[in-house]
Each structure stands twice: as C-alpha cells, then as structure tokens.
C-alpha cells in the first residue's frame, strides 16, 4: 500500500496561503539549507527525536532500550545511537520516559489517512477561503503520496497548495501542477555556485521547475526569499535574481526574514546546527524589500 | 510577513481630553465604600414598621433616593451615580449583614483567604496607600471607609443582622428544610459556592424602551389610573401595594434626578469657564426634563438611560443588572437627532463606560474573590429587529469603537452575532477584539433564540426583540424577565472527588454521601451522577427558600415597574408580574474534568486493566506522588477537546443527564429550572478545594475554564479540534455557556486574520456553537506559559518561517519572543 512520511499536521495554519489552512509537513528533503529551522523534515525515513530541554537525565531510556543504543555523551544528556535506532521496533525508551523527552518524528500514513485528517476542518476552508497546503521538507520528494493526497483533497473540493524549494523534475511536476492550485516557491541564490554551497544542490532544477510553472500556470504562483545576511541578501544575489524572474514575466517577491531559531532543534537530533548568524534587523529587511520592488518595478 | 511579532495589532486612545481624564481620574481613585444610602434606607425603615411589604420597600429606597448627595465630577456630562465617589461600593447590609460583621470583626479575611486570593494592583493598591495615611480604614480587603463612617457601618449592620435577607432566609430553611445539613456540608466541602450573601438578583435587564419613549410621569399617570380603577376582589387578582410602591418609588426618582439639576445649576452659577458653564446648564436643562419625559434628542436620551440604570442598580445588590441592547435603545434618538454625530456618540459612549466600570461591588470576601470585582453589566450589540433584519446600525460601531479607544474592564461587551451582520459591524468586532482586552465575546442568535421558543414558547419576534445578555454569558429577554435568579454555582469537581473516595469528601474528611462501592464503569458513572442529582435538587431548593425570604424582605419594586408585565398585571416580579419567568438558572461548572476523568477510567482501569479502582483512590489520595508511571497512563487517556468521539461522547452523555435533570425541579415561580453553565472564576477556587482528579490533575490546580473548554494542555490538535468537539453539544438545551480560545496576535494580524476569526466565528455557529471569545496573548501571558507550561499545551506562536506550540519551543526561542511582543509593545 502506498504510504508517505508526515512529521506534522498542524491545523489552523494561517501563513501559508489564504485563509484557515491545514498544513501537511512531508518528511524529506533534498536540500540542506544551511539557514533551516526545521532540521526534523531533512531526513525521509521517521527518527527519533529528543527533547534535550525537557530532559532531566535520569537514563530511564537507556535502561528501556533492547539494544543499548542510549548512553550518557560528554554533555551529561543521553546520546544516541541513530543507526541502531533506524532498525528499532519497540521504541520502549519512549515509554520509559517519565518527562517526554524522547518522541518519534515522522509517521507512516496512508493518503486516505492524511486525506481524513485534512477533511476534518473543510467547514472552516469553506468560510475562509482556506484549505490544504502541503510543505515540508520538499513535499515533491514524496511525489506519488503528494499526488494522491493532492487527488484526494481536490476529489472532496478542498483547495490544495503545496509549498516548494522547486527542487524536482520536469515529470513529477506535471504530474502534480495540475493538482495545485498555489506554489508558495521559495528562491533562495540565482547563482547556481553559490546555491549549490549554501544548500548543497545546484539551481538548475529549481529554475526550471520555476520556468514551466511561469509559462503555464503564472497565476498559481508565490514566490517567497528566506533573506538570510551574508547568503541570500547580497546586492548582486537579489539583482540577479530580479533579472531572471523578468525574463520570465514574473514580478513580487515576498520577503521572510531569516530569524536563527531552528538552531537549537539540530542537537535534537544528533546533528550540529550548520550555521548561525545573527538575523537581520528591520532595516535590512527593509531595505531588502525596496531593492526589490524597485528593481521589479522599474522592469 | 515581516514583523512577526507585533504585540497587539489594535491599541485605541480616548477620543477625547474628556474622557481621557475622566479614565484617567477613574484609574487614580482609590476604591470607596459609602454608606450613604444604606444610612437612609435604614433610617426609614426604622420609621416604616407595620407597613405593607411592597410599600415599606418603596419608601424606604424613595427616602434614601431623596437624600443621596448629587455629585458632579469635573468633566461630566452625564449625570448619577450610586455614590458620592469615583470608585464606591454600597455596602447593602439590608441584604447580607452577617458577613460585613464577620468581615469587621476580622475573622472572615482569614477563613477565606485560603481559598481566594485578590488582585493587588491598581485602585486596590491606592486604597491601601491612603489607609496607611490618615482617617481610613481598610475594609473587605481593598476597600476604603473613613473610620465614622466605619463605626455607623456597624451599627447599621447591626440593625440589620437580624432583618436581613440573608438572616430570614436561614430562619426559612434552616428550620425546615430537610436536606439543609448537606447544603452547610456541601459549604464546607466546597460543592457550593458561599452562602447567598448578599444577593441572589440582578442578571436582568429593564424596560428601558418603555422607559424612555413615555418618560416616567406617564408611568406613574398610568399607574394612578389603576389604582382608581382598582376594586378588591380575590387573591388572585392585580395587588394594589404593588402599584402604589410603583408611584412611590417613582417620585423618588424624580426626586433624585431634580436633585442633579439643581446641582449642575448651582456649578454653572460659580463656574468660570463659559464652555463649561454653558454645558452645566445643558445639563441641568436635561435633568429637569428626563426621566420625566420622553429625551428631546440623543444626549438627553443618553442622560434618560442612564438616571434608569442607575435608580434600578441603586434598588439592590445587583450581580449582572445590565444595560441590554444599548445599540437599540438609543437608536431612534439618535437617528432623529440632527446633530447627533457618531464622534458624539463615541464619546458618550466612552462616558457611558467610565461610568459603569467605577461602580464597585462589595460583598464577603469569597464573591469578590469570583467576581474579581467585576459587575457583569453585559452590554450586547447586534442581532436582529423584530422582524429578522440585522439590527447593527451605527450607534453599534460607535460602541465598539469606545471601547477600542478606552479599553475599560465594563461594560462586558457582547455581539449577538448572526450571518446577516453587516460587514463593517463584524470587521469593527474583530478590531476591538484585537485590542487584547477580550471583549467583545460572541454569542449566537440562532441557538438562544431556538432554546427561549421551547422553553418560553413565545413568539419569535418578541424572542428577537428582546434577546439580550443579563451578567457575564447568559442570556435573558429584556424588560420581561423575573430578575430574582439564583447565583450560586455547584461544583462538579467536587463531586468527582466524592465519587472516587465513595460518599467521603478526601480534602476535609466529611462524609457527604453513603458508600456504595461501584465496581464497574457503568456503577462509577452511576454513581458520580446520583450524587450530581441530589446536589443539583438540593441546592436548587435551597435557592428558593431564599427567594421566598427574598420576597419577604428586599422584593424589587423600581426594577418591577420596569419589567413588562408587573404593572399590567398589578405583581412586582417576586410574586410573577414578569412575563418570563423562566430565567433562574442552575449553574455548575467543571464538568470538563470529570468527563476527561471517567474517560480515562474507563480506558485505564476499564480497559487496559492498568489498574484496580482501589489503586486509583490511592493514587489520587496520594496527590500521584510516586504514582508517576500510572498518571502518564491517564493523562494519555482520550481527552475533550480533540475532536475524539469516545472522550467527546463521555461529556455528551453527562451533560445530557445534567440538563435534563435540572429541568426536571421547579424554581420559586413554579416554572421548570433552566439549566445553564457559567464559569466566571469559579474554576479557581472550586479546583483549590478539589484533590487530585484522574484525569491527572493535581490536587488544588484550577478546573477547566469555561464550559466547553478543554483542560489547558489537554487539546493538543488546536483550535478548530476544540471548536468541533464543541459542536457536539447541542448548546439550544442550555441557557449560557462559554468557550474560550486564545491566540497569539500573529495568528490574527491583518485583514486576512480578521477574515480568519470571523470565519471561525461562523463555523463554530453553524455547528451550531453558542459563545465564543478570543484572548489575544501578551507579554505577560507568555510569561505566564513559560511557569505553566503545562496550562498552554493549546497556545501556537508564530516564529518567523514557522508556527509552533509555545510548549514545544526551547527557553531560549520562548525568551526571545517575549522579549520580542514586549518590545513591539511601546
Ligand atoms: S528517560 Fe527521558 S528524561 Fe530520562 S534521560 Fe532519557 S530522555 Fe532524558
Ligand atoms: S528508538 Fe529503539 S533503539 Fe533507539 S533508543 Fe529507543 S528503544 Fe533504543
């Protein structure tokens, strides 16, 4: 049975797309932005998260555990051994723990199961002009179980978005464009260099992926800069960037201002956080905005 | 998109330099007791023995009418008020005067104290600063009195003590009441709230309309025409006392509103300003006309209004009296009045809103505790006319905008919401509500409506007419209601605490009910709602020796010549002149524990056979302590509020048995018991008497708020989960009712987050829910989530780039969003 890997279904998401939305997080993605917030959408396969904050280092999981993958790290918190926890089937340490630190992110599920979840609120999509969007990760990472969640919700007449990196190929995206009906798309470097050193990929999927949305659906579009200082806010970077979505006819970028406070979620699980610097002030983002509308505008 | 963190999207300032000193000279008053009618009352009642019941009450409120000392503060425009002060409270020992005693013999702060604790801010700060100056005391707690007035309080309670309506009532039930044991148990345990003290009245609203368009000389022309015609002729016709109490107590108002105008003409004749001077006669001018006549234009019909609201409040120890449908009221006066603006308006109205906020409410220390000072005057826009068009017109919005501007605690503002509200009405609502100050709440029409045609059968456009909010959530048709309601609550806490300790109350070691050993499900549910029964029947025939003694004493005469139909029918509203009297209430809260606790039995012990029922006794007795395994067990358990059928259902079943049950007795009237749940504060002090629940609570925590909220952190999958599992109720069965959501501003900035909350407005009502209100979280809120983690599982922020559980995000990231709404707020 075909199944996909969800970290979140949050309801009431009221950011991402017109009006009460619910929002469902695709576990997976083929980027490594070095600014990420979510580090738990990165992987595909489910994983074990702990909660280091809410951890009062009694080892009670390490006790639970068949295969002795907790042990105390050099920090006095419990360490974990992720390759033996990617075969494990009991996950008693979560049981074991009296505080709730220790939880799995990621669930298997159905589209029929992620398709229920959606409908439950459809009374609230309908007098508010909401309705699905599917983000991530890179939900078209997962492109059979988004297509069928997307048919599933669009069968039951709920409005479907999906949030992108744009990161995909020509197929998948023709399979899934006519299924949506908002890209929140997220540009991040125009060069395809400098893309592939703060995301770990090149760009030229990305501008593609842009290019056949622009000529066929320009209206299903929302393009979204995560304004990161010393990556993605250069000068030249929007310049460039602007000349591009020209060539393509399209216009307003909307700005999110990089913010750093994923970071302390990648010790979570067992990663390091890749980078932090400090997020830039209102003026900057400020400043950002105009450069950009100004550009756009005098095209 | 850009800054994530702004605070409160919407923070208004007073329209005016008016009424920004008037607020201002409001929040540095320190809080005053005045014993200045309760002076007069008694020294007429002193004089008035042997009169007729009805009579005596109306001279005695006529003479101290006559007497009380017209006011007028710098600034004002509209005029009387129940004390000499800014901030004053009437001690109203003719209705309680044990507990003022109590309270001045110093022995009742200290009993009470354990259960309820006060604010300390603010007026109450200023109190305390002025006693510890000069000739003050401090009384109840936080308010002021001067130290003679202090000792003829005493005296005068003393007079009392024995007259009171509280001590004829003890003498009714007391004596001859069977069940009167386990209703002074049912106190001692906390299944009750505090004695009647001082007042079981006021969640009514008065014929303001009638008030208004015929003036009161018509009224008492109309009166005096009756009693002309009146011939004697069997018990059941017209009482003549009662009409006659109406003319007197009538020409006692006159009396007080002639009282003001000459007052304001004596100010204008020493007043130097020529502004002010020209106003001061305006003013007079409008107080030697209304409430005589009918308003000649909008100001004056401001003024009408408020010389009748302040007479009936004046009459009693009012909890709830309430303006109603203002919007309505004063709509053709101000529609008629060419030079009648909506800045006009706003203005009054912010008067208006000083006005109520500086009426204080003293009683013992316990109902202030509940009430946190607040008086319920529910002020409800909206709705429908008579005939179904939506009511909204612009006098509605210039209400909401004064409390945008001026942010008061009172009036409780209220929108009677209905589909075909305009727009610009519903967007204004949404605008005040981001103001953070948490009005004004939403109720729906449709379900009220739909509950007062069953319960009342009367015609849908009177239903329509007259729909109004009498105290904080529950509704009432004014003008025409029976306003002597109960205002007691029973605490279902408490019985879940008898039901898991079988009859034996485990905080205070009384036992209250027989053991009878459940050994099922079925026989714990069975068990819980006997007990349920048999505090809900006795607690309502306790209610209605006190009404009786209600009648015998403090019967309201003033208020009754203002309900329709007392004066047709010759009868104040104690003896059934009301057309509705239906509206005492039975009210309750905390049944949301007990649900999640006999849901979580059921699957715990039920179940997975986790457990015996004995071992859970032990848990709970040992406030879980070294049970934590087990606790996580029921904690997991189903909850409501998710959205889950099975936890959902528990409630369902519960609340059906409650209501139909309660609807089964008869009140003082004769009439059916509306059901109905409230929560003001009670969940606080009935949870602090409360052991531990399993549900997981612990022992003393707070129960759940409202009526269908969840738990805080039991509803884990947000506010839609929450609506739907509300949505289950079928709210038209009760009378009340309340559900709470709270947000952070982000979730409903802009214009696409007020199309958010309307929309959620609108669902929830075509669910179809009955209340709803939003609390738009501050700095301080935060602050609170961050030590109770545990009371704001539900609470979602928004961090830039992503929205998260405020329970799931680092210290780090929750100092930073503090710091950051703080910030954005100055
Ligand atoms: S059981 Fe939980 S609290 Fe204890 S060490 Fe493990 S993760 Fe931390
Ligand atoms: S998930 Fe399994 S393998 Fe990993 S720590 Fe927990 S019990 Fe051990």
Redo the contacts with the bound molecule.
């Keep these: 049975m075909l199944t996909g890997v969800v970290f979140d279904i949050q309801p009431f998401a009221v950011h991402d797309g017109p009006g009460i939305r619910t929002q469902v997080f695709l576990k997976g993605c083929p980027l490594r932005c070095a600014w990420c917030c979510n580090p738990e959408s990165h992987a595909a396969a489910p994983e074990l998260r702990?909660?280091r904050a809410?951890?009062?280092?009694?080892?009670?999981?390490?006790a639970?555990c068949p295969s002795h993958a907790?042990e105390q790290g050099a920090d006095g918190?419990?360490r974990i051994d992720r390759r033996a926890c990617a075969q494990c089937a009991t996950h008693a340490?979560i049981d074991?723990?009296?505080?709730?630190?220790?939880a799995m992110c990621g669930t298997r599920m159905t589209p029929d199961e992620v398709v229920a979840a959606v409908l439950k609120d459809a009374a609230f999509y309908r007098n508010s002009g909401g309705g699905v969007t599917f983000s991530g990760g890179e939900p078209l990472a997962q492109p059979a179980f988004l297509e069928a969640c997307l048919r599933g919700c669009r069968e039951a007449g709920i409005a479907t978005a999906v949030s992108t990196t744009g990161y995909t190929t020509p197929e998948v995206l023709d399979a899934i464009e006519p299924l949506v009906d908002l890209f929140l798309f997220d540009l991040k470097l125009a060069d395809t260099a400098q893309h592939a050193f703060w995301t770990g990929v090149g760009n030229e999927p990305v501008f593609r992926s842009l290019a056949t949305l622009a000529s066929r659906c320009p209206e299903k579009l929302v393009l979204r800069l995560p304004l990161v200082p010393g990556a993605t806010d250069a000068p030249q970077n929007l310049a460039t960037l602007v000349d591009r979505l020209t060539e393509l006819g399209l216009g307003a970028v909307q700005v999110a201002p990089y913010h750093g406070l994923g970071a302390d979620k990648y010790a979570d699980f067992g990663r390091a956080p890749p980078m932090s610097p400090p997020p830039p002030d209102a003026p900057a983002v400020r400043a950002a905005t105009v450069a950009l509308r100004r550009r756009i505008d005098a095209r | 998109m850009f800054d994530t963190f702004v605070p409160r999207e919407v923070h208004g300032q007073p329209s005016s330099r008016r009424t920004d000193d008037l607020k201002q000279a409001y929040l540095q008053a320190p809080l005053m007791i005045d014993i200045e009618y309760l002076r007069r009352l008694t020294d007429s009642h002193r004089r008035t023995d042997g009169m007729e019941v009805l009579e005596r009450r109306a001279e005695d409120h006529a003479f101290a009418l006559e007497g009380l000392t017209p006011v007028i503060h710098p600034g004002e425009r509209i005029v009387g008020h129940k004390t000499r002060f800014l901030r004053g409270a009437i001690p109203y020992a003719n209705y309680a005067a044990g507990p003022f005693l109590r309270e001045m013999r110093q022995q009742e702060q200290d009993a009470q104290q354990k259960h309820i604790s006060l604010g300390e801010g603010g007026g109450v700060a200023h109190a305390r600063t002025a006693a510890a100056l000069g000739d003050f005391e401090v009384f109840s707690g936080k308010f002021l009195i001067s130290r003679p007035e202090l000792a003829e309080l005493a005296d005068l309670c003393e007079f009392w003590e024995d007259r009171c309506l509280m001590a004829v009532g003890d003498r009714l039930w007391k004596r001859d009441f069977p069940d009167a044991q386990s209703i002074e148990n049912g106190w001692t345990v906390g299944l009750y709230t505090a004695p009647h003290e001082p007042c079981p009245e006021g969640r009514i609203v008065l014929d303001f309309r009638t008030a208004l368009s015929r003036g009161y000389l018509a009224v008492i022309a109309d009166l005096e025409a009756r009693i002309a015609d009146f011939r004697p002729g069997g018990p059941e016709g017209p009482d003549l006392h009662f009409w006659r109490a109406g003319v007197r107590v009538l020409r006692g108002a006159l009396t007080f509103a002639a009282r003001y105008a000459a007052e304001a003409r004596r100010l204008a004749a020493v007043e130097s300003a020529p502004v002010r001077r020209a106003e001061l006669l305006q003013m007079a001018e409008a107080c030697e006309h209304v409430p005589a006549h009918p308003p000649r234009n909008f100001r004056e019909a401001v003024q009408s209004f408020w010389f009748t609201y302040v007479l009936g409040h004046l009459e009693g120890a009012h909890l709830g009296y309430s303006p109603g449908r203002l919007d309505q009221t004063l709509w053709p006066y101000y529609r008629d009045d060419p030079t009648a603006t909506p800045a006009q308006a706003v203005e009054l109205a912010e008067e208006l809103f000083v006005k109520m906020t500086r009426i204080e409410y003293v009683a013992s220390m316990s109902w202030q505790g509940l009430g946190h000072g607040n008086l319920y005057q529910n002020l409800i826009l909206g709705g429908l006319t008579a005939d179904g068009h939506p009511a909204d017109n612009a006098l509605s919005q210039a209400f909401l905008q004064a409390q945008i501007n001026l942010q008061m605690t009172q009036p409780t503002l209220s929108v009677w919401w209905h589909p075909s509200l305009s727009d610009a009405f519903c967007r204004k609502a949404v605008e005040c509500v981001k103001t953070g100050v948490g009005y004004p709440a939403f109720f729906n029409l449709e379900t009220y409506l739909r509950h007062e045609a069953r319960t009342t059968g009367l015609p849908l456009e009177t239903l329509r007419e007259n729909a109004a909010m009498g105290g904080c959530t529950e509704p009432t048709l004014e003008g025409m209601s029976y306003g002597v309601v109960q205002a007691g609550f029973v605490n279902h806490g408490k019985l879940l605490d008898l039901t898991m300790h079988d009859g034996l109350d485990p905080v205070t070691g009384v036992r209250m009910f027989e053991p009878t050993h459940p050994a099922t499900y079925a026989e714990v549910v069975a068990s819980f709602q006997a007990k349920m029964h048999h505090a809900v029947r006795s607690w309502q025939q306790y209610w209605n020796y006190v009404m009786l003694a209600h009648r015998q004493t403090v019967p309201l005469v003033f208020c009754s010549v203002f309900v329709r139909d007392c004066v047709g029918r010759g009868r104040c509203m104690d003896d059934g002149g009301a057309v509705n009297n239906r509206t005492p209430t039975t009210l309750s809260s905390g049944l949301v524990n007990v649900s999640n606790s006999l849901a979580a039995i059921r699957k715990v012990v039920f179940e997975d056979g986790a457990c015996t029922l004995n071992e859970l006794r032990d848990a709970l007795s040992a406030d879980w302590q070294g049970y934590e395994s087990l606790r996580k067990r029921f904690v997991a358990a189903p909850k409501w509020g998710n959205d889950d059928d099975v936890a959902d259902g528990v409630f369902l079943d519960l609340y059906d048995d409650y209501v139909t049950w309660c609807a089964g007795q008869r009140n003082y009237l004769g009439e059916p018991y509306d059901p109905s749940m409230l929560a003001i504060s009670t969940p606080v002090p009935f949870g602090k008497a409360c052991g531990a629940f399993p549900d997981g609570r612990r022992a003393g925590q707070p129960l759940a708020d409202g009526v269908t909220s969840p738990f805080p952190g039991t509803d884990v999958h947000g506010p839609t989960a929450v609506i739907r599992s509300s949505s289950k109720v079928d709210h038209t069965r009760i009378r009340g009712g309340l559900l709470n959501l709270k947000f952070h501003p982000t979730a409903i900035e802009g214009d696409s987050g007020a199309n958010n909350l309307l929309a959620l407005i609108r669902t929830y009502f075509e669910g179809p829910g009955f209340h709803v209100q939003f609390n738009v979280v501050d700095s301080q809120m935060l602050r609170d989530a961050q030590a109770h983690p545990d009371r704001y599982r539900d609470l979602v922020v928004r961090v830039a780039g992503f929205s998260a559980y405020w329970v799931e995000m680092s210290k780090a990231l929750q100092d930073q969003v503090i710091w950051r709404t703080e910030h954005a707020q100055c």
């Excluded at chain 1, 809410?54 to 390490?62: G, N, P, S, V």
């Excluded at chain 1, 074991?96 to 220790?102: I, R």
């Design positions: 702990h909660h809410r951890c009062h280092t009694c080892f009670q999981c390490a639970a907790i918190l419990p340490c074991a723990c009296p505080n709730d630190a220790l």
